[in-house]
């Protein structure tokens, strides 16, 4: 069987000329086949470019005509111009051209409108699709790993069927994250129509429905051994004072007003959030959340093992304070569904945690340290546990955002403070809300007592101590002013 391609620009007679050349051989000839290729003649020279370095071919005329050996397998054999097709066509098959100029002219005009016609086709098409664009950085840690087969799901995006997933690391290798663009195209992911990848900030957060910032790699610590450790924590909150502060002004000039913005990881997350709303003006600040299910999960699955349920059977736990510092898990509002105690019920019957754990020292002291090791051993970059469990927290806050939850489930977040609980405005502490219409609301009726009220001051104290180190320059000596 013998293949043709023919290629060049949709407005060259010569090769129109041989299109119909090719068609006649074709329809007499049972095993002759002919594919076309027509090119704008604007990109005519760059495609003939491209593709004689691809092949070893030397061309510089339209058409470009060769011969694919397809029973073989291999590069085309280069016929050359029409000139060479022709030649070709009269000594194999005695079938000639004989087409007049005129006809020749008029069959270019027409490749060239009906080109033109399928570029608006396919333009007109293009345009009708409006993906869901979801921006995550840090995007070759392991977190996203776990995150990108279960994100791209009807489940977490019940009302988008496309979404244009762009991939964010500014101090990873485009080798690596093309890497993963295609590790995540084999997924083969019904609601998936793009992948783009990025290494620096050019296009950063273009045109952003979601965005995802998963915790990053700083700065240098080739040198942290010779420093002390406030130095080391100066230097790494400049860092991300300033990459934070320039997302933020990214993020209110081109992401889509309706942004939904999660903060996950670590290190620094409530900093981070307050970092980002400090350089926001014209999005509205409930939309930016930072995520502390995981914490309240781990909480819930210590108090399932101590009354010996299912960490599922634990619902309504509560997360205070700063995420990735200081904070207390409160049970005020918890209940246990499932338990074996004296007063049994059906599956839909629970019970408030604190009655049935009636153990106050034990939830104030052993309880809250537990939660404190769980974090600490979460964290370690050994952990591979760390990542699903953050993953697991994005998806949860992205679902009850998107409506799928009920409107009366808790959840532990990070979000700005405006008066509630008597805290200062503008500070990001993790606090208890519900999801209802696509936005969150603070639970306004939760208990606070005289202890938890002093908590939640040192809480705050504790962030604006963060943000006011990260403002201040980073010193590696006596003399030095400035660490970059």
């Not at 085309?76 to 030649?87: I, K, T």
């Not at 083969?188 to 990025?198: D, G, K, P, R």
């Not at 997302?247 to 913005?261: E, N, Q």
């Amino acid at each position: 069987m013998a293949k043709f391609v023919l290629a060049g620009k949709a407005d060259c007679p010569l090769y129109a000329k041989a299109e119909l050349l090719a068609d006649r051989l074709q329809g007499s000839l049972p095993d002759f086949r002919i594919h076309k290729i027509s090119i704008l003649p604007e990109d005519w020279e760059k495609w003939l470019e491209a593709a004689c370095e691809r092949n070893g071919w030397k061309h510089k005329d339209s058409p470009l005509i060769w011969r694919e050996l397809v029973d073989r397998g291999g590069k085309g054999m280069l016929l050359g111009g029409f000139s060479d097709f022709l030649e070709h066509c009269q000594d194999y098959y005695s079938i000639t051209s004989d087409m007049v100029t005129d006809i020749m002219l008029s069959v270019a005009a027409e490749n060239l409108e009906s080109k033109m016609n399928l570029i608006a086709e396919e333009q007109h098409r293009v345009s009708l699709i409006k993906p869901l664009h979801i921006w995550i950085s840090s995007a070759l840690s392991a977190t996203c790993h776990f995150l990108i087969p279960n994100l791209l799901s009807a489940e977490v995006f019940p009302h988008n069927s496309t979404i244009s997933l762009h991939l964010l690391d500014l101090d990873g290798s485009k080798d690596e994250l093309q890497q993963l663009r295609m590790e995540t195209e084999d997924l083969a992911l019904c609601q998936l129509h793009q992948v783009t990848i990025h290494t620096d900030l050019e296009q950063a957060f273009q045109e952003a429905h979601v965005i995802l910032l998963l915790d990053e790699h700083w700065c240098d610590d080739s040198n942290a051994e010779n420093e002390n450790e406030e130095e080391n924590k100066r230097k790494e909150v400049k860092h991300i004072s300033d990459r934070y502060r320039e997302y933020g002004r990214l993020i209110d000039t081109r992401a889509a007003k309706d942004v939904k913005v999660i903060v996950s990881g670590d290190l620094f997350v409530n900093l981070r959030s307050s970092l980002l709303l400090d350089n926001v003006c014209s999005i509205d600040n409930h939309q930016f959340v930072s995520v502390s299910t995981h914490l309240e999960n781990e909480a819930r699955a210590i108090v399932a093992k101590k009354l010996k349920v299912r960490t599922s059977d634990v619902t309504n736990v509560i997360v205070w304070g700063n995420i990735s510092g200081s904070f207390y898990i409160d049970l005020q509002r918890a209940r246990v569904f499932n338990y074996d105690g004296p007063i049994r019920g059906p599956a839909t019957f629970s019970q408030p945690v604190l009655k049935v754990l009636n153990e106050r020292k034990w939830l104030q002291t052993e309880f809250q340290e537990l939660v404190r090791c769980q974090r600490a051993a979460r964290a370690s970059k050994t952990c591979r546990g760390a990542a699903m469990s953050q993953t697991n927290g994005i998806l949860k806050v992205l679902k009850a955002w998107n409506g799928v939850c009920a409107s009366d489930e808790l959840l532990s977040i990070g979000g700005v403070c405006q008066g509630c609980y008597d805290l200062p405005e503008g500070i990001v502490l993790s606090m208890p809300v519900t999801f209802t219409g696509g936005g969150w609301a603070v639970l306004t009726d939760a208990t606070i007592e005289h202890e938890l009220k002093d908590r939640l001051q040192l809480y705050a104290e504790e962030l604006r101590q963060e943000k006011e180190l990260g403002s201040e320059p980073c010193r590696t000596g006596p003399d030095a002013e400035e660490c970059c």
